[in-house]
């Protein structure tokens, strides 16, 4: 069956950086779009990024671009998500979800999603 | 960006009453070409990840109760649970997917029991 299984969050200050994991399993992964979406403790949910199934473009909602960057290694069944810049609003549980569409270009819905991890932004 | 807007924002329902969650988008997400709605639904339990309920504004996804159901159509949706059992208790999220990016989410229902 599908699994993803996010790895990489931790406490970092205002101002650093964090890199998370995904490990994919279970479909073919270089065939799919993924996604980054986040959500803040207590709040609702919130895209945060995308990235076509060949890596070859990608897509970030506003808040986060030009201080995150998405990517992934077809050959390891890995995406991830490099954070710099982090600022106290960033914190969240940030998941990984996979575009429902084969060779999709752009964003459709989210399913699976993994179980998440914690990043907290604090001084 | 379209705007997602979720009413109410929390509801109380007997076990085995329905509940209605209302979801309304700043412009249409209707389709014209293929008459389909780019509308998702999805379930949060406390503690969990989000689960797709729904696509298509009505496709009930595999495995799903058909308790669960989605309708509407241009900027209006509806997510009923026909007979509200214990373990749909959980935050309902609409989701379009229409025009993107950013795939935007509405700002979540919470369903208790009464």
């Known amino acids: 069956q599908v699994q993803l299984v996010e790895s990489g969050g931790g406490v970092v200050q205002p101002g650093g950086s964090l890199r998370l994991s995904c490990a994919a399993s279970g479909f073919t992964f270089s065939r799919c779009g993924m996604h980054w979406v986040r959500q803040a403790p207590g709040k609702g949910l919130e895209w945060v990024a995308f990235i076509r199934f060949d890596g070859s473009n990608k897509f970030y909602a506003d808040s986060v671009k030009g201080r995150f960057t998405i990517s992934r290694d077809n050959s390891k069944n890995t995406l991830y998500l490099q954070m710099n810049s982090l600022r106290v609003e960033d914190t969240a549980v940030y998941y990984c979800?996979?575009?429902?569409?084969?060779?999709?270009?752009?964003?459709?819905?989210?399913?699976?999603w993994g179980q998440g991890t914690l990043v907290t932004v604090s001084s | 960006d379209i705007v997602m807007t979720q009413s109410p924002d929390s509801l109380a329902v007997s076990l085995g009453e329905r509940a209605t969650i209302n979801c309304k988008s700043s412009?249409?997400?209707?389709?014209?070409?293929?008459?389909?709605?780019?509308l998702a639904w999805y379930q949060q339990k406390p503690g969990q990840p989000p689960k797709l309920l729904i696509s298509w504004a009505s496709t009930r996804e595999s495995g799903v109760p058909d308790r669960f159901s989605g309708s509407g159509s241009g900027t209006d949706f509806t997510l009923t649970i026909s007979s509200l059992q214990a373990e749909d208790v959980a935050v309902y999220y609409c989701?379009?997917?229409?025009?993107?990016?950013?795939?935007?989410f509405g700002g979540g229902t919470k369903v208790e029991i009464k």
């Open positions: 979800a996979k575009d429902p569409v084969d060779y999709n270009t752009s964003p459709n819905w989210f399913d699976p």
């Open positions: 989701q379009q997917y229409y025009n993107t990016p950013p795939a935007t």
């Open positions: 412009q249409s997400v209707l389709y014209r070409s293929n008459n389909k709605n780019y």
